[in-house]
């Protein structure tokens, strides 16, 4: 069974301007809600294609049932551990020449919270595959998705991680089988300038013999 896990899920609203103009009114020609999160955004191109996953993470609050709904819809199965404060909003506003992100603050995962969701976690089983995406809510240590994966490793269950900044830089270290890192995210790692294609295939390749992982 493929799982997915958005610890850090989002209602994404997204606008689209026609100039964004910053300090004055902007009016949205055409806007939109849906489910998001990184996590969520690999279960949902999985459905796509037919490929059935069940999304795991947290959610809160209307946002989070929004989340829940609207994945309901899809027939994307899901079990997230419910939380008292409300999911994070992302403002996504699309100009014509660039886009600019507001990523919203992260409710509070308590104590409870979080040992539910490890439950469901320890519940996987060998053969199993999870998808770990996206950042950490602000009240989870930096090295919670290097738990995650040291857990699904001893349980036999193939873990593939996509993340950034140091819970990704923690998380390798517990060798995830899969990782993606763009060209922001190998420069951050190795605190190197990315100026060219050439210097992405040597930060790679620096990676793949550093980590002795598997990248795409
Ligand atoms: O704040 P994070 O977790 O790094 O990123 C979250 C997010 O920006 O990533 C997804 C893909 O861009 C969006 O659906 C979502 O709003």
């Known amino acids: 069974m493929i799982y997915t896990v958005t610890l850090n899920p989002a209602i994404d609203y997204v606008v689209n301007v026609d100039q964004f103009q910053v300090g004055e009114?902007?009016?949205?020609?055409?806007?939109?809600?849906?489910?998001?999160g990184k996590g969520i955004n690999v279960s949902r191109v999985l459905n796509h294609?037919?490929?059935i996953s069940t999304a795991l993470g947290f959610v809160g609050g209307f946002t989070g049932e929004f989340i829940t709904d609207y994945l309901t819809s899809l027939n994307i199965s899901h079990d997230f551990v419910s939380?008292?404060?409300d999911t994070r909003i992302n403002v996504k506003?699309?100009?014509?020449s660039?886009?600019?992100?507001?990523?919203?603050?992260?409710?509070?995962?308590?104590?409870?919270?979080?040992k539910t969701f490890n439950s469901k976690i320890r519940?996987?089983?060998?053969?199993?595959?999870?998808?770990?995406?996206?950042?950490?809510?602000?009240?989870?240590?930096?090295?919670t998705y290097r738990d995650?994966?040291?857990?699904?490793?001893?349980?036999?269950?193939?873990?593939?991680?996509?993340?950034?900044?140091?819970?990704?830089?923690?998380?390798?270290?517990?060798?995830?089988?899969?990782?993606?890192?763009?060209?922001?995210?190998l420069a951050e790692l190795f605190n190197e300038k990315i100026e060219t294609e050439q210097d992405i295939?040597?930060?790679?390749?620096?990676?793949?013999?550093?980590?002795?992982l598997t990248m795409y």
């Open 201 to 212: 295939v040597t930060l790679a390749n620096r990676f793949i013999k550093t980590l002795k």
């Open 123 to 143: 519940n996987l089983t060998a053969g199993d595959i999870v998808v770990l995406a996206g950042s950490l809510p602000d009240s989870l240590p930096t090295d």
């Open 83 to 85: 939380l008292q404060q």
């Open 25 to 36: 009114i902007n009016r949205s020609k055409f806007d939109y809600k849906e489910a998001g």
């Open 148 to 185: 995650i994966v040291a857990t699904l490793r001893q349980q036999g269950v193939t873990a593939i991680l996509d993340s950034s900044g140091i819970p990704f830089s923690e998380a390798i270290k517990a060798k995830p089988a899969f990782v993606k890192p763009n060209n922001h995210e």
């Open 49 to 51: 294609f037919g490929t």
């Open 93 to 96: 506003m699309k100009s014509e």
């Open 98 to 114: 660039e886009e600019t992100e507001l990523n919203g603050v992260s409710p509070e995962i308590k104590e409870s919270d979080y």
